[in-house]
RNA sequence: GGGUCGGUACCCGAGUGGCCAAAGGGGGCGGCCUGUAAAGCCGCUGGCAACGCCUACGUUGGUUCGAAUCCAACCCGGCCCA
């Protein structure tokens, strides 16, 4: 360890949002030795975005400095589900999905995080172990006022929204995963805040030194209101191609640009700062800004120079309108066609760019179908398939596929 | 276990026998404007080779010429009592 105490304080606790204690966190420092940052990740959703990226950046601070990033794949708990958003936010997923998501975000995560000083944890290797009494004893170490005290759940209990007891759980399977890990800081979004907290009280319940928690800000999402997110489909992948992910940063609402410019580029505090300074200042307008922003993060996730390429396709396509380089293709269902006759509205549907062959006609009607660069506007307009070899159909502003046949 | 209120489309929420594929809002999508920003305006928003048919108002069964609406049983949730 090279660096003092307190200029490794200052670096591991910058962009934090809470510190949880800030002395505790010196006095593990002070001793010397490696410390054991974990992270939990939930394997439910295999896509890791810009939004998870500013926590991974911090994690990754502790490697450069010689603490031990420990990542824990939430396998055992994403097998059972989570009542909490109905159903459909997280389903219950087989062990084979688990393990197959897991393995894609290690290789995404990779991108952030450095290979050594990295240790990766299921938590079906503690958790799947114990049996009902075990988990009983769990559950009387917290009581249901506690609970309670979490926001999101005081919330829905006013609002008369059912909680499952299983979430109350929760909290208490998290925290029971750092004493399992022996973490001496516990990394998340501040939505997480409650439940790292219940580390540190199973942490010395059990004995332990409690975890020291770090919250970093959740980034918002494309929409600009709502957390980045994968379920709300507001999310730019880390792992997405550049030229998609500079559109995207693209269309965010101006209000956010130094936002995601200091959470997501991975950039300094002083050059965060700086650049919020000169788009206050107006030396960068609001679009250059921008770029500048989109240009920044597309660079930190695909390679320098990366930012740069995107940004000239995002030229070629929205300021010459031409079609982009590289685009889906689709090759027709030739059994789709009737009399030799296949309808557009039907090629729209199979080559994905609408959901039903309603939605097909409708978007045809509205006027946002083009077939090389022709609007078509009759719902009921038929092609021989022949005749749509190679073309490109463009529906909306944004999406196009080129049709084989 | 008893009482009571409730379950409507992606979400919230009206509708309480035919005029209901179901008001209104949100979200989403398309168009105009534009900087793929914001604001604004207009339109669309179950499916089907489609002026008709099919599916859908928690589930199943019933009443009726006709049910989201009435009846019964069941399932699920909130609250109160135990």
Wanted: hydrophobic fraction near 40%; avoid cysteine; charge should be negative.
């Amino acid at each position: 360890m090279v660096l003092g105490v307190d200029e490794q304080l200052a670096i591991l606790t910058a962009g934090a949002v809470d510190v949880i204690h800030e002395a505790e966190l010196r006095k593990k420092l002070e001793r010397g030795q490696p410390l054991r940052a974990k992270l939990g990740l939930d394997p439910s959703r295999p896509d890791i975005h810009i939004g998870h990226a500013v926590v991974l950046q911090m994690l990754r601070r502790f490697q450069e400095l010689g603490h031990v990033a420990v990542l824990i794949v939430g396998d055992f708990t994403a097998q059972v589900g989570d009542p909490s958003d109905r159903s459909s936010t997280r389903p219950a997923l087989s062990k084979e999905e688990a393990d197959a998501n897991a393995a894609t975000y290690f290789e995404q995560a990779g991108r952030i995080l450095l290979p050594e000083n990295l240790e990766i944890r299921h938590n079906s290797e503690w958790l799947g172990a114990m049996g009902i009494a075990d988990v009983l004893r769990l559950a009387a170490r917290a009581t249901v006022a506690q609970m309670l005290a979490r926001d999101d759940f005081e919330r829905r209990y006013k609002e008369g929204k059912p909680i499952s007891i299983m979430e109350f759980l929760y909290p208490l399977l998290q925290g029971w995963d750092s004493v399992m890990v022996r973490a001496d800081v516990e990394l998340g979004g501040t939505d997480q805040l409650f439940n790292n907290l219940m580390g540190r009280t199973l942490q010395e319940q059990e004995g332990q030194e409690a975890q020291v928690v770090l919250t970093a800000p959740l980034l918002e999402g494309l929409d600009g209101v709502q957390k980045m997110s994968k379920s709300l489909d507001n999310y730019v992948a880390i792992t997405e191609p550049p030229a998609t992910q500079f559109g995207k940063l693209m269309s965010i609402p101006d209000t956010l640009t130094t936002r995601y410019f200091s959470l997501a580029s991975g950039a300094s505090p002083a050059e965060a700062q700086d650049f919020a300074e000169q788009a206050r200042a107006g030396t960068l307008s609001p679009v250059e800004a921008k770029r500048a922003m989109a240009r920044r993060i597309v660079d930190a996730y695909q390679g320098e120079g990366a930012g740069e390429a995107a940004e000239a396709e995002f030229n070629r396509v929205f300021k010459s309108h031409d079609v982009p380089t590289d685009l889906p293709e689709h090759t027709l269902e030739s059994a789709a066609a009737v009399d030799g006759q296949i309808r557009l509205a039907n090629v729209l549907q199979q080559a994905g760019l609408a959901k039903s062959n309603a939605e097909g006609r409708r978007l045809i009607t509205q006027g946002g179908v083009r077939i090389d660069g022709e609007a078509i506007t009759d719902p009921d307009a038929t092609y021989v398939p022949a005749d749509l070899d190679q073309v490109v159909i463009q529906v909306g502003r944004r999406r196009w596929v080129r049709i084989r046949t």
